[in-house]
């Protein structure tokens, strides 16, 4: 740095990322006593819910299973208007919280995170912006969630096209209209599946490009009046406790039945019944071997197919519409509102670019290898480089200079998830290797873990926090062999790390936790009570 800059201003811990798990990181942090400062690429707090405006973006959690529940005031005061809630809402609740607790002040936005590199001597954090403002640190927390690296296609032409053109995740703030317009929409994951039954609604047509079919399950959603929130608010502390309980925190869990235990006869009833139920009951209340017994998810995976065979008219469009090369489950379920009806709509075609490649974008729209399409509107809902990819894009250095992208090439290395041998004083909220599920539920255990530990560390003047080589090494086994088994790693996903638009992401990892939340919690809780084993204190 020359001479006539200035120092950079000093704090005790900056945290990456105005979203769910960095207000309330914020949050707990302030409480300590400690100066705060949050980096926020946003002009606003949300996250997920400032970035993801796309048409049709919504919860597919119970809102009241999704939102906080640190704050018996704030779980008092805020109404839940939908089962579950369209993304406007919860970009409002979120701003809701940040205005309650008065969070904004130590937030700075628009400040993207360029790179943040771990100063040796100091035992601190050195954290530039790429608008080149630099801060310092005892310790540095990354809250940039799990998809919040948007990805685009890597077809030729995507720069060419005149039309107007958006990747779901970086939606314009302003309203837009496909009213007698021709939409494109590549992509059919959870994403693309809300964006499409929306969209359907109005365009002049709608044509879908489809990779790869997901297995999609209804989502019935409906409003909550005043009577109904006031009996949820009731029974909030129930709906935490079970959310605390289930293997992944949603108020579903697995049925401790097998398959094949009950006869063909109350399987059949038992999954109508889930059809239709509405959220997660049919992928996370189901029978408990159906993602780990091959024979058993070929039968759910039957029951489905035939309910989107007798909800698409054209059999050839449903068959389409069928996966053939994963099993009901083994990918995240998008739920969906008369999605499978929008192909009985005129204005609704479908392109299978399994069988027609996309050649190109052109000016003017898309060319497959059969066809020529002309688009006013093209959507990317092409999904995320996940899990690592925030960090990627971040250029993270730890002891001696090495990079944390170099460290993580072959799959992430972490204890716990929260933290990595050779990156002192750096913890990860929701990082590789937690458990994702409901996911506010984890991040609340999460922040609090983190919490305990810098408490712990400012209250002995201790200057370093690190995981030991050996912490880190048996954690991710750990992690590994969690894995085995199941069938949800048998296919390519954001799941398991691939990502065809991002180079040296072809091969599967296993990158998220898929033991049970409880277990999660028992382990971080036994290696605070024992003075936080497998790490380094100095
Ligand atoms: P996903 O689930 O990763 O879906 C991305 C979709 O985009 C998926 O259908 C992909 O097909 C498709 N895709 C990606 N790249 C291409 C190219 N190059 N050409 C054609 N199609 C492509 O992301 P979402 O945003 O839907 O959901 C992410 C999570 O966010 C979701 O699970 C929720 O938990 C919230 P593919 O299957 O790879 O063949």
Redesign the pocket.
């Known amino acids: 740095m020359a001479d006539t800059e200035p120092a950079p201003a000093r704090y005790d811990a900056i945290v990456i990322g105005a979203g769910i798990s960095g207000l309330y990181q914020l949050h707990r942090l302030r409480a300590l006593g400690m100066r705060v400062l949050v980096l926020e690429a946003g002009t606003g707090v949300g996250g997920?819910w400032y970035w993801?405006r796309y048409p049709g973006a919504r919860f597919?959690s119970e809102s009241y299973s999704y939102g906080y529940s640190f704050s018996p005031e704030l779980l008092a005061e805020w109404d839940w208007t939908e089962h579950f809630a369209p993304q406007p809402e919860t970009l409002r609740y979120l701003n809701f919280v940040a205005d309650k607790f008065d969070l904004r002040r130590d937030i700075r936005f628009s400040s993207r995170v360029a790179a943040a590199h771990y100063q040796d001597t100091a035992r601190e954090w050195a954290v530039t912006t790429e608008d080149g403002a630099s801060f310092r640190a005892r310790f540095l927390i990354t809250a940039i969630g799990p998809?919040s690296a948007?990805?685009?296609?890597?077809?030729a032409g995507v720069e060419s096209f005149t039309g107007q053109s958006f990747h779901?995740?970086r939606w314009p703030h302003e309203a837009v209209s496909f009213e007698g317009k021709r939409v494109a929409v590549?992509?059919?994951?959870?994403?693309?599946?809300?964006t499409i039954q929306e969209v359907a609604k109005t365009a002049g047509h709608l044509t879908v490009?489809?990779?790869?079919?997901?297995w999609c399950a209804p989502l019935l959603n409906s409003k909550i009046d005043a009577a109904e929130m006031a009996k949820i608010r009731a029974g909030y502390p129930e709906i935490f406790r079970r959310c605390q309980e289930t293997f992944a925190c949603f108020v579903h869990t697995m049925d401790p039945r097998g398959t094949f235990e009950v006869s063909a006869e109350e399987r059949e009833a038992f999954w109508e019944k889930l059809y239709a139920s509405p959220g997660f009951g049919i992928w996370q209340g189901n029978f408990r071997d159906m993602l780990t017994d091959r024979a058993a998810n070929a039968l759910i995976s039957d029951f489905v197919a035939r309910k989107i065979r007798q909800r698409v008219k054209d059999p050839a469009v449903a068959e389409k519409l069928i996966p053939k090369n994963h099993g009901f489950g083994t990918?995240?379920v998008?739920l969906e509102t008369r999605y499978y009806e929008a192909y009985n709509q005129d204005n609704v075609t479908l392109v299978d670019?399994?069988e027609t490649?996309?050649e190109r974008i052109t000016p003017t729209g898309i060319k497959t290898s059969d066809a020529a399409y002309e688009f006013d509107i093209i959507i990317?809902?092409?999904?995320?480089d996940?899990v690592t990819g925030s960090f990627d894009r971040i250029d993270i250095r730890g002891v001696g200079g090495q990079r944390l992208k170099d460290r993580w090439k072959a799959g992430p290395e972490t204890y716990l998830g929260v933290l990595v041998d050779g990156f002192p004083n750096m913890m990860m909220l929701i990082g590789p290797h937690m458990a994702?599920g409901n996911i506010p539920r984890s991040i609340e255990y999460n922040v609090d873990w983190v919490t305990d530990l810098v408490r712990h560390a400012r209250a002995r003047d201790l200057t370093l926090v690190e995981a030991t080589r050996a912490g880190v090494t048996e954690w991710t086994d750990h992690v590994k062999s969690l894995g085995v088994g199941l069938l949800s790693n048998e296919i390519?996903?954001?799941?398991t790390g691939?990502?065809?638009?991002v180079d040296g992401k072809q091969v599967r990892i296993v990158n998220r936790y898929s033991g049970s939340a409880p277990a999660y919690r028992a382990r971080c809780d036994e290696v605070a009570a024992k003075g936080y084993e497998g790490m380094v204190l100095a």
């Open positions: 997920t993801n597919d998809l948007p990805t685009m296609p890597r077809i779901t995740a590549i992509g059919t994951g959870a994403t693309g599946v809300q490009f489809q990779r790869t079919p997901n990918r995240r998008p670019i399994s490649p996309i990317y809902a092409t999904g995320f996940a994702l390519n996903s954001w799941m691939v990502n065809s638009n």
